[in-house]
C-alpha cells in the first residue's frame, strides 16, 4: 500500500503587492509532496522563498494562492479557530531567533503551549515540560531565564516548547544561524535523532551546504522556484557520516565549497552558479564596505554578543579589542577604523539599553507601550515628517504589525516605503530600509536585555 503524503503542495504562489508597480513573486508555482517521517531540507540562498514556503506550510503565510493540504487538511481553507488547533496539535515551530518569553523562566517557556490542553493539570504539564528538558541535557537550567543561556542552550529551550505539545510535524526556519559550529552541530543532531527515534516529520530551511547529507531529500529553491530535488537515501534509512574529513584548518567558506561539490557533483550550471556566487559576493562586499573579511567579522559578532549579554560598555576595552595584534586576540584594525567601530557599536549598544523595551524590574511593558516608544525613537532618529496625520497612524500601525508577526521585516520596508496613495506611509526607500534594519536590531537586542 502506498504511503500518503503528509504535505502536498500543488501550484502554490505567494505574490506580495500584487497588481502594484512593486509587486514580489515571492513562490512560483511549486508543486511537492513530503512523506510521513520524511527529514528534508529547503536550500538556497538568502532571499530565494524558502522561509516563505516553510511560513505557508505552517500556515502563517496567508497571501497565498494554490492548495497546501497537511495531514489531510486544506490549511487555506481553515478558519481562525481551525488554524490555531492546527498550530497547537500537527505543527511545532523552531526559530532562529529562539523567540523564547524573556520574562518567563526555562520551565514556563516550556509549558506555555499546552496551556491550551484544558484536559492536562499543571503538574502533568510541568513533568511534560521536564521529560524534554531531561532528553535535551538543559533540566538544570529549568529555573533559570534565557539571558541566563546560551545560544545553543536557548535553541535547546525553543525545541523543547516546539515539542511539548507532541506534533507530528516539525519546521525549522534557520535553527543553527545564530550558533557557533559546536552548538550548530549539537542541535542538528538534535534534529537527526527526532527524525530517526521519534519519526518526526522534519522541514529545515538552510543556506549552509554542510547540513544537506542530514536529509533524505534536498528542494533547491532559487528566485521563488522550486528548480531541483536531490534525493541522498530511502526514507527509514539512517542517516550516516561515512568520511567527514578533519577540515579545521581549511577556511569555512571554501570547505562549504567542497562539500557541496562533493555531495552535488550532479548540479546543473544555473543551480550551482548563484549558490557559489552568493558566498563570493558576500566575501567581496565585506571587504569593499568593511574591509574586513568574514571570519574577522565572525569574531567582532560574538564580541559584540558578550557586551551584549553582559551589559558592559566599555569604550576603551573595545577598542583595544578591535586594534590589538591578531596573535594577542584581537582583530588587529588600523587605529582610524577600530575608533571608528568602537564609537558606532557603542551608541547602538546604548540606543537598545537606553530604550527601555523592558519595563522596570524585570516585567515586560505592554504591545501598545512597546509600539509608542519604537514609533517615537523610529520618528526622532530618523527624521521622518509626516505629511498627514493618516500617515503617522500608519506609521504606527505597520510597527505594531510587525512586532504582532503580521508581517515580516521586508514588508515592513516595502510598507513604509510604498505611497501614500497607494495604502504606504510615503517614506524614502532608502530611509525606510535604514528604519527597518534599526526596528529588527532593537527587537533583536531587546533578547540580551535583563529580565
Not at 163 to 176: G, K, Q, T
Not at 297 to 310: A, F, G, I, P, Q
Request: hydrophobic fraction near 35%; charged fraction near 30%.
Amino acid at each position: 500500500m502506498a504511503v500518503k503524503p503528509i504535505i502536498k503542495i500543488n501550484k502554490l504562489n505567494v505574490t506580495y503587492f500584487k497588481g502594484r508597480d512593486n509587486e514580489i513573486r515571492s513562490l512560483k508555482n511549486v508543486n511537492l509532496e513530503i512523506y510521513p517521517g520524511e527529514f528534508v531540507i529547503f536550500f538556497g540562498p538568502s532571499g530565494c522563498g524558502k522561509s516563505t514556503l516553510l511560513y505557508a506550510i505552517s500556515g502563517l503565510e496567508t497571501e497565498i494562492e494554490g492548495e497546501i493540504i497537511v495531514d489531510g487538511q486544506d490549511i487555506s481553507s481553515l478558519k481562525s479557530r481551525d488554524l490555531e488547533l492546527f498550530h497547537q496539535q500537527k505543527i511545532g515551530m523552531i526559530f532562529q531567533a529562539y523567540y523564547l518569553i524573556g520574562s518567563l523562566s526555562v520551565l514556563k517557556n516550556v509549558i506555555l503551549p499546552q496551556v491550551v490542553n484544558r484536559h492536562k493539570s499543571n503538574k502533568e504539564r510541568k513533568r511534560r515540560a521536564m521529560e524534554l528538558l531531561s532528553e535535551f541535557g538543559i533540566s538544570r537550567e529549568y529555573n533559570r531565564y534565557p539571558s541566563e543561556l546560551s545560544g545553543g542552550q536557548q535553541q535547546r529551550v525553543a525545541i523543547s516548547r516546539a515539542l511539548v505539545n507532541d506534533p507530528d510535524i516539525l519546521l525549522a526556519d534557520e535553527p543553527v544561524g545564530n550558533l557557533d559550529s559546536k552548538a550548530s552541530e549539537d542541535v542538528m543532531k538534535l534534529f537527526s535523532r527526532l527524525n530517526e527515534e521519534q519519526k518526526k516529520t522534519v522541514i529545515l530551511v538552510t543556506h549552509n551546504p554542510s547540513h544537506l547529507n542530514m536529509a533524505h531529500r534536498v528542494f533547491f529553491i532559487k528566485d521563488g522556484a522550486l528548480v531541483s530535488v536531490k534525493k541522498n537515501r530511502e526514507l527509514g534509512e539512517k542517516f550516516v557520516n561515512k568520511d567527514a574529513p578533519d577540515n579545521s584548518l581549511e577556511h569555512p567558506l571554501t570547505q562549504d565549497f567542497r562539500i557541496l561539490q562533493k555531495a552535488y557533483p550532479e548540479f546543473s550550471a544555473d543551480v550551482a552558479k548563484p549558490i557559489f556566487k552568493n558566498y563570493k559576493a558576500r566575501e567581496v562586499i565585506f571587504e569593499v564596505f568593511t574591509g574586513m573579511t568574514s571570519d574577522e567579522l565572525s569574531s567582532l559578532e560574538k564580541y559584540v554578543d558578550k557586551l551584549l549579554e553582559s551589559g558592559i560598555n566599555d569604550k576603551e576595552k573595545m577598542f583595544h579589542y578591535l586594534d590589538e595584534n591578531v596573535k594577542n586576540g584581537g582583530l588587529g584594525l588600523d587605529k582610524r577604523t577600530a575608533l571608528k567601530l568602537t564609537t558606532k557599536i557603542k551608541s547602538i549598544i546604548n540606543e537598545i539599553n537606553e530604550l527601555g523595551l523592558e519595563g522596570r524590574g524585570g516585567d515586560h511593558i505592554s504591545l501598545e507601550a512597546m509600539i509608542l516608544k519604537l514609533n517615537s525613537y523610529l520618528t526622532h532618529e530618523f527624521k521622518v515628517k509626516f505629511k498627514k496625520a493618516e500617515a503617522r497612524q500608519r506609521f504606527e500601525d505597520r510597527i505594531r504589525d510587525r512586532l504582532e508577526g503580521k508581517i515580516k521585516k521586508e514588508q515592513f520596508k516595502m510598507l513604509i516605503n510604498a505611497a501614500f496613495s497607494k495604502g504606504g506611509v510615503g517614506i524614502h526607500i532608502r530611509k525606510a530600509k535604514k528604519i527597518s534594519d534599526r526596528l529588527e536590531l532593537l527587537l533583536l537586542g531587546r533578547q540580551h536585555n535583563e529580565n
